[in-house]
């Protein structure tokens, strides 16, 4: 199976910081990458598609890019509604696997 | 809109099997797929597997193989997933989703399964 390694595993940051979360694949998955942020008991929810598509109703302020087996979701500006865990999920290769996620806090 | 809702929480025996259910609205389920989730609290997700509506073809993931079977009923537009010989190892919340545009785009909202004698 695909591994996928995140970091960092926890981030503080301030509203209004640019955030930047990192997604490593231990192998080519062809910008087959999604971006899930999960709140405390609540279902995943998609951010990013393939890489760098924005789920219709997510605010631009969410960003993917990434090729090959790096990839980063980025937050231009952050907002207190944003903290949350976020995952990546690669679905190139059978099965699909998940990184073990950032969390992400308020500073 | 697409919905998902799934069944409620389950406390089940060591041993014994449940059954979840995953019922669908506001899309075209018969020419779908959903996957099944499985996340221990505090932890990351794993992908139990997916079914395509149209025909019950399955795929799982090899580590779920003989724990998880997936199965939908078409006329309730409603998926489910029996998981057998239960262990504490299972206890966790399953989630369901679909999606058009990715896999795992629109998510249920999950069911926790706790597994106790």
């Known amino acids: 199976d695909i591994q996928m390694t995140q970091s960092p595993s926890v981030l503080s940051a301030s509203v209004g910081d640019r955030v930047t979360l990192n997604c490593k694949a231990s192998?080519?998955?062809?910008?087959?990458l999604n971006w899930y942020q999960q709140k405390l008991g609540e279902a995943p929810k998609l951010l990013i598609y393939?890489?760098?598509n924005l789920q219709t109703g997510i605010p631009s302020r969410f960003s993917g890019s990434g090729s090959g087996t790096d990839y980063t979701l980025t937050i231009s500006s952050l907002q207190p509604e944003d903290v949350a865990t976020y995952f990546c999920?690669?679905?190139?290769?059978?099965?699909?696997?998940f990184g073990a996620g950032t969390k992400l806090e308020l500073k | 809109q697409v919905k998902l809702q799934q069944s409620g929480a389950e406390l089940v025996k060591p041993g014994a099997s449940v059954k979840l259910s995953c019922k669908t609205s506001?899309?075209?389920?018969?020419?779908?797929?959903m996957s099944w989730f499985k996340q221990i609290p505090g932890q990351s997700i794993e992908w139990i597997g997916m079914?395509?509506?149209?025909?019950?073809?399955?795929g799982y993931n090899q580590k779920f193989k003989g724990k998880a079977t997936l199965t939908v009923d078409t006329s309730s537009s409603t998926a489910y997933m029996d998981l057998s010989s239960l262990t504490t190892e299972d206890s966790a919340v399953y989630f369901c989703?679909?999606?058009?545009?990715?896999?795992?785009?629109?998510w249920g909202q999950g069911v926790m399964v706790t597994v106790s004698s």
């Open positions: 079914i395509y509506a149209g025909d019950g073809g399955t």
């Open positions: 506001g899309y075209t389920f018969s020419t779908s797929y």
């Open positions: 989703a679909t999606g058009a545009i990715t896999i795992a785009a629109i």
């Open positions: 393939n890489t760098n």
């Open positions: 999920f690669q679905h190139n290769s059978w099965p699909g696997t």
């Open positions: 192998q080519n998955i062809n910008k087959y």
